[in-house]
């Protein structure tokens, strides 16, 4: 015999038209009582409908996008009776034998929860509701959790058993005696989760309960030991902490919980994404953080073709290209600078660079001035932590220039730039750049880097916006500079400007802090002075 039992939406307070944001089953799905079943959103909270039964889904009656208000019907379930190979047992007794110790437990006095002595404190904020009407909990399970100036704190039950309402959402005010919850003891409700499951022989019918006391069956009788899980049922979080990982992107049921009884809690969300963003998750590609796969495309169709392998530095570039602009939060800052008299002074000093047998070209004095700039500001001369917890600031300036050569884009490093002087580095540039050409570069010459510079001085262009090269923090994209009409004097003259553009990590480096890098560099490239001090 089967009972068909409608869910409705319970009393949820003063919200009328509430949103249905998720569906947790489908029809079909085996739950157990208490499996949430589909998520509610007011402009205050969001909760769980929860199972009032063991069954069946027989029937969807809402769709995400709906609005819903109490007394509204959300699902059907079916439930059965349970079948011997014998004679059928009598759904009455099967159902009275539930029944009987809810109504017993109906009639003991509702505990109500109230907010303890918490110092002198007042009007302290609800920020999270653990639990809600019609859970099952147990002594010391946390219910709802505020936050003071100085600290948070859960409030848990004082009793186990079945919490019939919450008396508070986010957002609200509490202080000490405020009634938060009240619960309905499970002195007599424990009794109920003792009634076997299984079939049970017509030859030894169940001994029918009297004043709490246990239903039992034969023990050659196979109970079983747990229902298949739904895929709501895996995951064991508030309403709250589903919605802050909906937010995020995050697949609850990728998420391991590590509160009480494996509830999933905010910390254990925030590591998810952590692990996520540092490549930990081995099955993160298939949580809300995976890039949507391109459909193949057939390009014949449309014409004549021709297919080329991209070379392996390309590939490889292209991976950590992308790696880096999904991990990093990226800011660029654009500025410009007055090189005009940096130019004469490079041109006057030509000559001298000739007898070094090396070619003095502007790279050398932006290495220079950069050195300068990371002593001053040393967020930008270290990188992040595996972890994400620290910043690791380094002690040498290794300056990577970005190569571009016909397998690809290559970094060689030029390590100790602050210890060498324009020509020694002027004539490591030219080695570095010849021997990325001739692919002659170790992963020596290409390790180790603490800041880029990636310069199109002599390609073209007004403006780009470099991607860091992780694990770097920052890097500087340089464009050609220009002669312009710059007001001086009460009147305009021509300066040479070098426009340049510096891409940060936002995670290290905040807005100011960019802006005030690009200003200092942009000071010291007007006056070359700068690097003596």
């Not at 208000?69 to 079916?78: A, D, L, N, P």
């Amino acid at each position: 015999m089967s009972i068909e039992i409608p869910v409705t939406v319970p009393d949820i307070g003063e919200f009328e038209d509430v949103d249905v944001i998720e569906i947790l089953i489908a029809v079909g799905d085996e739950v157990r009582e208490e499996d949430p079943l589909v998520t509610l959103e007011s402009d205050k909270a969001a909760m769980d409908i929860p199972a009032p039964a063991a069954g069946k889904i027989a029937q969807i009656s809402v769709s995400v996008g709906d609005k819903v208000s109490e007394g509204s019907i959300i699902v059907t379930i079916v439930t059965t009776d349970d079948e011997t190979t014998g004679t059928e047992i009598s759904s009455p007794t099967v159902t009275e034998a539930k029944i009987e110790p809810q109504r017993q437990a109906e009639k003991l006095a509702l505990v109500e929860v109230s907010v303890p002595d918490i110092g002198d404190f007042e009007d302290v904020d609800v920020i999270e509701i653990l639990a809600q009407a019609g859970d099952t909990v147990a002594p010391e399970d946390p219910l709802v959790t505020l936050e003071s100036d100085k600290a948070t704190m859960d409030i848990p039950a004082p009793v186990g058993g079945q919490l019939e309402s919450i008396r508070v959402t986010v957002g609200d005010k509490v202080s000490e005696g405020h009634v938060i919850a009240t619960i309905s003891p499970s002195a007599v409700v424990d009794s109920a989760e003792h009634i076997p499951s299984a079939p049970v022989t017509a030859t030894e019918p169940p001994r029918a309960t009297t004043s709490g006391t246990s239903t039992t069956a034969p023990a050659n009788d196979a109970v079983p030991t747990s229902t298949p899980a739904t895929h709501a049922s895996k995951s064991y979080a508030s309403p709250s902490i589903r919605k802050f990982a909906r937010e995020l992107g995050v697949d609850i049921s990728s998420v391991s919980g590590s509160g009480r009884k494996g509830r999933i809690v905010k910390s254990d969300v925030q590591e998810f994404v952590k692990s996520v963003i540092a490549g930990k998750q081995a099955n993160a590609s298939t949580g809300g953080f995976a890039l949507p796969e391109l459909p193949a495309i057939d390009f014949s169709q449309f014409g004549p073709i021709e297919t080329q392998a991209l070379t392996k530095i390309k590939r490889i570039t292209g991976q950590n290209l992308q790696r880096s602009w999904i991990t990093a939060p990226h800011v660029t800052q654009f500025d410009e600078a007055d090189i005009t008299d940096l130019e004469d002074f490079r041109k006057s000093k030509l000559t001298d660079a000739k007898e070094h047998n090396v070619k003095l070209t502007l790279l050398a004095f932006l290495i220079k001035a950069v050195v300068v700039v990371l002593r001053k500001y040393p967020d930008f001369n270290a990188s992040l932590s595996a972890d994400g917890e620290s910043i690791i600031h380094k002690n040498y300036f290794h300056i990577g220039i970005a190569v571009n050569t016909q397998r690809g884009l290559l970094v060689p490093v030029i390590k100790d730039a602050d210890q060498k002087g324009l020509y020694d580095l002027a004539g490591e540039i030219s080695e570095l750049s010849t021997k990325a050409r001739d692919r002659k570069l170790t992963p020596a010459d290409m390790q180790g880097g603490c800041f880029t510079i990636s310069s199109l001085g002599g390609v073209g262009g007004t403006a780009f916006t470099p991607i860091i090269n992780i694990p770097e923090v920052a890097i500087l994209g340089v464009s050609p500079s220009a002669m312009k009409p710059v007001y001086l004097n009460d009147e305009f003259v021509p300066r040479l400007l070098l426009p340049y553009a510096l891409s940060f990590d936002h995670r290290v480096i905040d807005g100011v802090a960019g802006a005030q890098f690009t200003r200092h560099l942009g000071v010291v490239l007007s006056d070359i002075r700068q690097i003596l001090l």
